[in-house]
């Protein structure tokens, strides 16, 4: 039972122009979204997170948006830069009720941003 | 500030064989988490200590994998026997507590484990 879906394996943009990635989740209890950028033979780093009360937070170039009714959250890098090259993992959590935060991750998206 | 140090980086064992792999956490973290990452998948939880505790082993196969946290420092995750899919990359991570909402959590840059 795949609870965080990236549909999209991978995505290639140009320098400059915006990427967005998107994510999909299945249980309304999640109350806490994240994205995870990973690079190649390093963990995953945490990029920037969104709470279900918000429906956009934003961070430099990365802006994180919310749409609860949909179960849908998107990544938006602008301008997008050849350094964000990188897989981009999704993750949800569920934070009240004293759960223990467990991280629930999407498949993953591979960004390629060419020069 | 140090990150997280796992070791080793790369193991290549036989099926039914045994392995273990060593996580350091970040000082003065009480939350240290393993996640299984296998190839095309994002990681996936096995088990979360708190302090030396376990709080979550739910995903844990734990007829074969074991982990244990003495002293609410360093971590060792050991798989006895080895299957082909347990192939993957094995992450630690750790938090200071657990209500961080997993925007706390640091991983470590995994151990890549090859079962032939």
């Not at chain 2, 376990?54 to 734990?62: A, F, G, H, I, T």
């Given at each position: 039972d795949q609870q965080v879906k990236q549909n999209s394996p991978s995505l290639s943009v140009q320098e400059g122009r915006i990427s967005i990635l998107n994510c999909d989740y299945t249980n309304s209890m999640f109350d806490y979204f994240l994205w995870y950028k990973k690079y190649p033979a390093e963990g995953p780093t945490f990029l920037i997170s969104i709470s279900s009360i918000k429906d956009k937070n934003e961070d430099g170039r990365f802006t994180v948006f919310l749409n609860k009714s949909a179960k849908h959250l998107s990544l938006h890098i602008?301008?997008?830069?050849?350094?964000?090259s990188a897989v981009y993992f999704c993750a949800a959590t569920q934070t009240y009720g004293g759960a223990t935060n467990k991280l629930i991750f999407g498949t993953g998206t591979l960004l390629a941003v060419q020069p | 500030e140090a990150g997280v140090a796992q070791s080793p980086r790369y193991k290549i064992i036989e099926k039914r064989q045994s392995v273990a792999f060593w996580c350091n956490p970040i000082s003065g973290h009480a939350t240290l988490y393993w996640y299984q990452q296998i190839l095309g998948q994002g990681p996936k939880l096995l088990i979360q200590f708190q302090n030396n505790g376990?709080?979550?082993?739910?995903?844990?196969?734990?007829d074969r994998f074991s982990a244990e946290r003495l002293k609410g420092v360093d971590s060792t995750l050991k798989i006895q026997p080895a299957k082909l899919e347990d192939s993957a990359v094995y992450l630690c991570a750790s938090s200071l507590g657990t209500g961080t909402g997993g925007m706390g959590q640091y991983f470590g840059p995994g151990t890549r484990l090859t079962v032939l």
């Open positions: 602008v301008p997008s830069q050849p350094g964000d | 376990v709080v979550d082993d739910s995903q844990l196969p734990k």
